[in-house]
């Protein structure tokens, strides 16, 4: 008994984990290839690709996957890039250093719908910071109504996910950068080199290891969004800023359990394709320098 002792503290987690996460995963990859829907609940037929020919011939999932795409690249460019700065930022030796990060990191703890009920108010078009503030400086032709505009709404979610996740980012950059000795800055000081020389070819090799976690977290994260678009233009105007995660929830939603089922195991694959080679590419670039 006290041989398995520790296993019995990890039970509960394991019957939690797959009760909730496993077994739907699975019943999905059956479900998704069915009729099921909550108006036949019992009457359950297989319809082989059915679900799937349905939905690539749907003008509004292939509008939302062309929106998750355009989401994650923006994002995980943005996030990574203005993360690695913030970090080379926040590393430095000042007195505020420590306020800094945390006030950077600080919006990584806000719920979602509650960021995106902050930026619902900063973006609305008549009392919102950013049209008061164009109004003020006299640009008031800038100003846009940016959920509603079909031009500006996916961008406007983009612009909350980095404002909310930079930091989390930061973090794990931080984090690298402290892990790297200072004997190599000192020992290339010595030789003359200067700071971008240092940046180059000290600190972004030893960072590898950072880069890689902080670009498969957000690669994962963009492919997989719901609660931004959701808080913020919950899939409008018209369907413009639906991504798959929404077009999930609304099918499911609309009670066709099976189809939506089918869009969830185009997500997955979708996330395994795109993840697993980059995660090995990542690696590999780790293992050269």
């Known amino acids: 008994m006290a041989k398995n002792y520790s296993y019995l503290y990890l039970l509960p987690a394991v019957v939690l984990f797959g009760f909730f996460f496993i077994i739907p995963n699975i019943a999905s990859f059956f479900f998704g290839f069915t009729d099921w829907s909550i108006y036949y609940i019992t009457d359950i037929h297989w319809n082989g690709l059915d679900n799937f020919r349905r939905m690539f011939e749907n003008p509004v999932l292939i509008r939302a996957l062309l929106n998750t795409f355009y989401f994650a690249f923006v994002t995980v460019i943005a996030r990574n890039v203005l993360g690695l700065l913030l970090a080379l930022a926040v590393n430095m030796k000042t007195r505020i250093e420590k306020y800094l990060r945390a ?71 931080l984090a690298g950068l402290q892990s790297v000795p200072s004997e190599y800055y000192e020992a290339a000081s010595i030789d003359g080199a200067g700071r971008m020389h240092k940046f180059w070819n000290i600190t972004l090799p030893l960072i590898m290891p ?21 808080a913020l233009t919950n899939g409008g105007p018209a369907d413009t800023t639906q991504v798959l995660g929404t077009y999930l929830y609304k099918s499911f939603g609309d009670g066709y359990l099976g189809y939506s089922s089918a869009i969830g195991l185009v997500m997955t694959l979708l996330v395994s394709i795109i993840a697993l080679p980059l995660l090995r590419v990542l690696r590999r670039m780790e293992e050269n320098d």
């Open 103 to 173: 006030a950077f990191f600080l919006p990584c703890l806000i719920s979602v719908m509650v960021v995106g009920i902050i930026f619902g108010a900063i973006y609305d078009p008549y009392h919102g910071i950013i049209n008061s503030f164009l109004r003020l400086i006299g640009l008031g032709s800038l100003a846009q109504s940016w959920l509603v505009d079909s031009r500006y709404a996916m961008s406007a979610v983009c612009l909350m996910d980095i404002w909310q996740w930079t930091g989390f980012s930061m973090v794990i950059y």
């Open 210 to 230: 950072a880069i890689s976690i902080n670009i498969v977290l957000s690669v994962i994260g963009g492919l997989k969004v719901f609660g931004q678009v959701y």
